[in-house]
Nanobody
Framework: QVHLVESGGGLVQAGDSLRLSCAAS????????MGWFRQAPGRAREFVAA????????NYADSVRGRFTISRDNTNNTVSLQMNSLKPEDTAVYYC?????????????????WGQGTQVTVSS
């Protein structure tokens, strides 16, 4: 069992930066692929970014590539999402998730554990 808690959301203006963090507790954090997803009102939850156990491999959605950076710290059991050049369309609830090695692909159904989410609102 892995328990995930997100933090760092808030209200920012377009062009600003924000850093989300996810603290994990439970077993074998370093064994999991960690991912970030987001869900805007009225829309399906979508993949944002994922990182493998070592941090050596990452995957990003086209909509955030070049603006967002995912990283992890296996010593402190945390995963972060640095979001730069934010746009109003980035507004959503952001979720942290943990899954097996195949989860690097970003397929939502593969992820086993989910956090409660943190709201990010970007004003124009």
């Amino acid at each position: 069992q892995v328990h995930l808690v997100e933090s760092g959301g808030g209200l920012v203006q377009a062009g600003d930066s924000l850093r989300l963090s996810c603290a994990a507790s439970g077993r074998a954090f370093s064994a999991y692929v960690m991912g970030w997803f987001r869900q805007a009102p009225g829309r399906a939850r979508e993949f944002v970014a994922a990182i493998n156990w070592s941090g050596g491999s990452t995957n990003y959605a086209d909509s955030v590539r070049g603006r967002f950076t995912i990283s992890r710290d296996n010593t402190n059991n945390t995963v972060s999402l640095q979001m730069n050049s934010l746009k109003p369309e980035d507004t959503a609830v952001y979720y942290c998730a943990a899954g097996p090695y195949s989860a690097l692909t970003g397929l939502r159904s593969i992820y086993d554990y989910w956090g409660q989410g943190t709201q990010v609102t970007v004003s124009s």
